[in-house]
């Protein structure tokens, strides 16, 4: 089963193609979306749907694990990480891909044991999983594959 792993955002989208076959999962491809700060909301929510629509026809994911909004400590970035996040779900529900979401807390609890964990267990924790030492350095590509992650771990139950 490949799962898109997906951390929303306006300014980076981290995204992340995890085959999982039961037993293990594997990091087939990982990546961001990135788009110009100073540029209008509307063209850069139009570069996220295309890009999200190129990684969707290429990688034809079976699944995709999203980050869900839970709680923003900063009101000026919630309205535009839901916007993205719309545009997102339009992709993915465009595509007919099932649609699993968890919060930030889910995530950790699920890869750590501790809903409250900081990124670097987290990170280590993705690592372990994947039988890797090293991991992309952008910390959104990163949460999209734990974000994968936690859903191979979440349909085991």
């Known amino acids: 089963m490949k799962i898109l792993g997906i951390d929303p955002g306006l300014g980076i989208v981290g995204y992340s193609i995890v085959d999982y076959d039961g037993e293990k999962p594997v990091l087939l ?14 063209a850069r929510l139009v570069e996220i749907f295309d890009d999200m ?14 980050e869900k909004l839970f709680f923003f400590r900063n009101r000026t970035t ?13 992709v993915l529900e465009k595509h007919k891909i099932p649609i699993f979401e968890y919060t930030p807390m889910e995530v950790k ?3 750590t044991g ?14 372990i999983a994947l039988g890797v030492e090293n991991l992309p ?21």
């Open 29 to 42: 491809h990982s990546g961001s979306i990135q788009t110009q700060k100073g540029t209008r909301e509307s």
């Open 137 to 157: 350095k952008l910390d959104d590509t990163v949460d999209s594959i734990a974000i994968a992650i936690c859903h191979t771990r979440s349909i085991m139950v």
């Open 53 to 66: 629509t190129t990684i969707v026809e290429k990688y034809k994911p079976d699944c995709a694990a999203i």
């Open 78 to 90: 919630v309205m535009p990480v839901a916007h993205a996040r719309g545009v997102i779900l339009t």
């Open 109 to 111: 609890q699920v890869l």
């Open 114 to 127: 501790y809903g409250r964990a900081d990124k670097k267990e987290v990170e280590q924790m993705v690592k």
